[in-house]
């Protein structure tokens, strides 16, 4: 069983930066593709990111203004956003990908406002 704990969220302007962190505990984390996910008021949690190996895949809304990471040492990934954009307004999670129903954490709220 795998557990998560997203933070690093906030209020920013546009064209700002945020980066997410995501804690994991459990075993065999290093084994496990990670992934983002972001879901906005309203609508489903759809995919961010997500790094097999050293291998990244990004939604097209977000390339070249997103960069996922993970240091497998401390159990952690990150999601470094740039340029910001009020349509990245969501809350934040990280989970396995694909992502496994019972990995999901609280998340970290963004909100990308003037």
């Known amino acids: 069983q795998m557990r998560f704990v997203e933070s690093g969220g906030g209020l920013v302007q546009p064209g700002g930066s945020l980066r997410l962190s995501c804690a994991a505990s459990?075993?065999?984390?290093?084994?496990?593709?990670m992934g983002w996910y972001r879901q906005a008021p309203g609508n489903q949690r759809d995919f961010v990111a997500s790094?097999?190996?050293?291998?990244?895949n990004y939604v097209d809304s977000v390339k070249g203004r997103f960069t996922i990471s993970r240091d497998n040492a401390k159990n952690t990934i990150h999601l470094q956003m740039n340029s910001l954009k009020s349509e990245d307004t969501a809350v934040y999670y990280c989970?396995?990908?694909?992502?496994?129903?019972?990995?999901w954490g609280q998340g970290t709220q963004v909100t990308v406002s003037s």
């Open positions: 989970n396995a990908y694909p992502p496994r129903s019972d990995f």
């Open positions: 459990g075993a065999w984390f290093s084994m496990y593709a």
């Open positions: 790094m097999t190996g050293d291998v990244t």
